[in-house]
T-cell receptor, first 113, second 113 residues
């Protein structure tokens, strides 16, 4: 069964460092998303991406964040200068169309020290 | 803005009983509602969805009910099994932002064997 894969599963970084989280969406999907989940809290929307550009973003997704689809398979989230409050689980998701049926990866846990 | 929320943070049910998880929303522009299940250490998994022009939809052992008058959504799980233990999120799309799925805070369901 096709699945969304994410790497790394866990990254520990120092405050102020740049982090890149990587995702391989399901191959025939056209819409890509990043969400984050702070431990024990709800799943927060960060950004959606379609046709090589951002289609929606939340207030959380400020200038420190960027997304990119550098090739035909990867979808990345970059945090330029990490803060302590960026510590969270980051989930990538993809969907075939504009639908609420998103397919999520297992997540990348980011710990900022 | 975000409008999806949940009445109860935790729910414990006996194996074999039916479970009902409730969700309230406040935005009249919400057009499409989705239920997700998140097992420990995993990403959210789509369960079932319902559009605002429907009031009931059934899947395998699950039923979603939508009451637009009181802006209330529920997920009913029949014959709850230990494998149903997870956090359940209701989520919504607005008519104006179909590629932005917003999650509510989640209800933790524990099934007692």
């Amino acid at each position: 069964e096709p699945e969304v894969t994410q790497t790394p599963s866990h990254q520990v970084t120092q405050m102020g460092q740049e982090v890149i989280l990587r995702c391989v969406p399901i191959s025939n999907h056209l819409y890509f998303y990043w969400y984050r989940q702070i431990l024990g809290q709800k799943v927060e929307f960060l950004v959606s991406f379609y046709n090589n550009e951002i289609s929606e973003k939340s207030e959380i997704f400020d200038d420190q964040f960027s997304v990119e689809r550098p090739d035909g398979s990867n979808f990345t989230l970059k945090i330029r200068s990490t803060k302590l409050e960026d510590s969270a689980m980051y989930f990538c998701a993809s969907s075939a169309g504009i639908t609420g049926e998103l397919f999520f990866g297992e997540g990348s846990r980011l710990t900022v020290l | 803005g975000e409008s999806v929320g949940l009445h109860l943070p935790t729910l414990s049910v006996q194996e074999g009983d039916n479970s009902i998880i409730n969700c309230a929303y406040s935005n009249s522009a919400s057009d499409y509602f989705i239920w997700y299940k998140q097992e420990s250490g995993k990403g959210p998994q789509f369960i079932i969805d319902i559009r605002s022009n429907m009031d009931k939809r059934q899947g395998q052992r699950v039923t979603v009910l939508l009451n637009k008058t009181v802006k209330h959504l529920s997920l009913q799980i029949a014959a709850t099994q230990p494998g149903d233990s997870a956090v359940y999120f209701c989520a919504e799309n607005l008519k104006t932002s179909y590629d932005k799925v917003i999650f509510g805070p989640g209800t933790s369901l524990s099934v007692i064997p």
